[in-house]
């Protein structure tokens, strides 16, 4: 059974739908009903379907009317789709980067012939492909058996400058092992980039992925993870710099009992493009996965895309998922895209579903606040702040929470509230 939901809205006013929740986020909104549930056999393709390899050539040149490229403007992406053919890579310099020193964690900087390289990633799209066949050099991050390490691994990729570059990152978490680590992306860059996450027996990764990015940077990542029999895989991205910035989030397991979250912030402003496509992959029984992502968008021509695929395969019964997407529209002139997609194959289940609302300020929360001495500017910001604050706090670093919560006041103070 595959469900389609979109939603999409363009400044305007927008009816009220009550039971929302609380802490801000009760949002006036339009949200489109659920399609009718269709199946593969009656033309629609599976998700499961889609082509995966590492072979370029597999991937024709894009035309911006594929499925998973008609959000994204083919202008705008630098020449990280390899417009001007298959023969054609990416060559240009890669970005810098740093991992900080920790008891229990091994850095090393390999070639592309290491065979760790490419166990978890598979190349769903072309930008991915290019990237596999153009990097030179990848970053492979270890984390031992059984070690917990203390304070986060930070992670610091750095901008080398705006020629089309790709890059490649390996981070490794071996069973029992315990780890927290924050990616963050920083300078100017043209980047197509993949990055694996590897999940052992028993272990668990959490992973702050931060796109602060100088203007007129773009990037398109594929962050791919494999979790194990007991693993825990957390996902947090966080995206508010850039030109164009695509992310492609996928989670799948190796095994039966995994658990993987997905979460994600984005802050859109006046002319920028910010794209989540994530996909989890119920491939193993009883594994559970839990998705919420959120974001605000301000001034003319600020454009967010949001696509979510469930898919719970025939052989994995017992699943528990759910995922919802939530747009907070600050001003006229931006729009929002929403797609959750849910594909069931097994009425052996625990639980799915899936959620997507888009809208503006609630004018019940407004007058509720306003009834109570708070002026109407102040209003609107507790309301922004408490909506987005849901998503800040499964980050669990400190530092990086405070971090975010000073550049969700910076948005305030541009969006005039």
Known sequence: MTTDNTTQTLGAEAPLIPGMGEEGEKLAVTQAKAAPARRATQGVDSRGARTVSKDLADFPQLSGREEDWRFTPLKRLGGL??????????TGAAPTVSVSEHEGVAVEFVGRDDDRLGAVLQPDDRVSAAAWNSFEEAVVVTVSADAHVEGPVRVDVTGAGEDPAAAHLLIAVESGARADVVLTHSGRATLAQNVEYRVDRDATLNVTSIQKWDAGSVHVSAQQAEVATGGHFKHVTVSYGGDLVR????????????????????YADAGQHLENRLF????????????????????????????????????????????????????????????????IETGVIE????????????????????????????????IVRGFLNEIIQKIGVSDVEDQLVSVMEDELRIASL
């Open 280 to 343: 989890v992959d119920h491939n193993k029984p009883n594994c559970v996965s839990n998705v919420l992502y959120k974001g605000t968008l301000q001034g003319q021509d600020a454009r967010t895309v949001w696509v979510g695929d469930v898919l719970i395969r025939a052989e994995a019964e017992g699943t528990d998922t759910y995922e919802k997407n939530q747009n907070l529209l600050l001003t006229d002139g931006a729009r929002a895209d929403s797609v959750p997609n849910l594909e």
């Open 81 to 90: 789709h390899l417009p001007d053919g298959d023969e054609q890579r990416l």
């Open 351 to 382: 639980g799915a579903g899936h959620a997507s609302a888009t809208g503006r300020f609630d004018e019940e929360q407004l007058f509720y606040l306003m009834a109570r001495g708070i002026s109407e500017p102040e209003a609107r910001k507790l």
């Open 247 to 266: 992310l492609t989030p996928t989670a799948r397991f190796s095994d039966e009992r995994g658990e993987a979250e997905l979460y994600g912030l984005y």
